[in-house]
């Protein structure tokens, strides 16, 4: 009885897990601005359109690449609770760590980026 607890136990962790890092997916909850273009088990593509004064839910991402189709000024809500500004500019490409955070778009016109998250190396 008390083998079958703990594996009643540990399954119920590892959802509980599972549906933590889910419900921290960009795509996810942020489904009205993050939408997925393409995957595969090398890499996640995704389009983000973040129109002006919208802040979105807090999210995460692996280490990623981001490609500014339309730049603007933004805030920044990191997972440790720093907050900072800056602007992205139109053609910017950029290196990202991973992060758990939120951004907000505090321009006055829409925000438009490529996201290509990294998912590690091939399996050979």
């Known amino acids: 009885m008390f083998i079958r607890s703990l594996i009643i136990f540990e399954i119920t962790v590892a959802l509980i897990a599972a549906a933590a890092v889910y419900a921290q997916d960009p795509a996810v909850v942020n489904s009205k601005t993050i939408q997925v273009k393409f995957e595969n088990d090398r890499v996640r593509v995704l389009e ?32 440790d609770g720093k907050v900072t500004e800056g602007e992205f ?8 760590e991973p992060i758990t955070h939120a951004a907000e778009n505090i321009g006055d016109k829409p925000m438009h980026f490529i996201l290509v998250e990294l998912k590690g190396a091939p399996a050979k």
Do not use: C, M, W
């Open 48 to 79: 983000a359109i973040l129109p002006p004064g919208v802040r979105e839910q807090t999210h995460s991402h692996p280490a990623y690449v981001i490609y500014v189709v339309e730049g603007g000024r933004y805030r920044n809500y990191a997972s």
């Open 89 to 96: 500019k139109t053609g910017d490409v950029i290196f990202r």
